[in-house]
């Protein structure tokens, strides 16, 4: 083609596209409508976003705190108590010395152990285990060694016995708790800080001597039995699952054992004081789980042994919560993140002006406005004064007369 053709082509291209138009840059224009129905509308809407910002996140929710979970390390250690209950009225516990009663998982012979014979393994970093039930045997190998791969262990005649741990619900544990933070930079003991027990509906528990829980100066104690009522158990002999159908018997959670889970939260944003750190424990039963453990202890080695498969509450103890400490970044990230509502706002209430209200036509006027093509000013096919508003307003410059407010602002 020739040079002349293909330069009218792209003027004609240009012209069809029109990308001034298709390219436009739109910008903001404040026009007042003095419309009280807007206003009003406008107004609540920022006293809204106003109190959420100021009252509901930043002091309700502390949005200015950098926060962080707390780890924590436990000592924890059960201690039999000093005036067991009678045997007499332990409903579980078998009362004369005859043989137990024939595949009974709810009265058995009770031995009253004492702590360090109760709790297994000795010690643990989050969990105790109070043993309830005990089944011990005496096994020995039979006349073989461990090279040989059919070896084991065989029962002794008449060495099974089957027994509960007499008075288990009064043992008290006792539970010296401590946490830290790493990027927060708090540290805290336990007999430092106030607590309280909840029970499972979440009210704060009234306890009674020996229980001691979040009393400053003082580790807290915890009796056994009042562990399981926070978490909803009021007996160790309520049922738990089918043992055997065809006896039509079932196993109590004194027989079987349970998992039960003590969870200490953690938070210092209770009050205004962020020194004033509190916790609160919770503990729930988990529902349908049995624990047992077997323990091995060698009567000669390595050729006899005394095995106990031992049951009870396995406490498995989790420490959560947050806590925090004064950050100007977190404060102002909450404080733009708000502020972009206060926008929403706004495009609602003009929706609202040049959409659907009956004067919307009148109010998009006002509202919207449309400059003359630059490139036609450019290439001087159009003036600046050939827009009539421009052209007005110039002309009022000029004559140093100010439009009215009239002239402006639609008053209705």
Known sequence: LCPGVMSNFWVAVKEQLQLDKLLCY???KIVKIKDKRLGVLHYFFLICIALYILGYTILW???YLN????QGSLRLSLQKPPNPVKISNLTYCQQTSTLPLLNSTAILPCYFWDQNLVVFPPTEATALLATTRVTQANKTLNQCDWLQPECNFTTDNNSTSVFFIGDIEHFTMMIDHAIITFNVGIQRNGVDMKGKLLSLNGHEMKLSPPNVVGQPGKIDILEVQTLLEAAGISSLDDPLVV?????????TMRYSGIIVLVVFTYSNVVTFDLNDIQYKIQVRFINNTQFGTIQIIYRKFPNAINERERHGVRFIFLQTGSLGKFDFQVLLLSLVSGIGLFALATIIVDVLAIVILPESSYYSKYKIDESLVYREIRDGKVKPEDDLTIAHKFKRLEQNELPSEDEN???I
């Open 26 to 28: 739109s910008t903001v």
């Open 61 to 63: 929710n502390k949005a």
């Open 67 to 70: 926060l962080e979970s707390p």
């Open 243 to 251: 043992f055997d159908a065809d006896l039509n018997t079932t196993q």
């Open 409 to 411: 602002i639609i008053n």
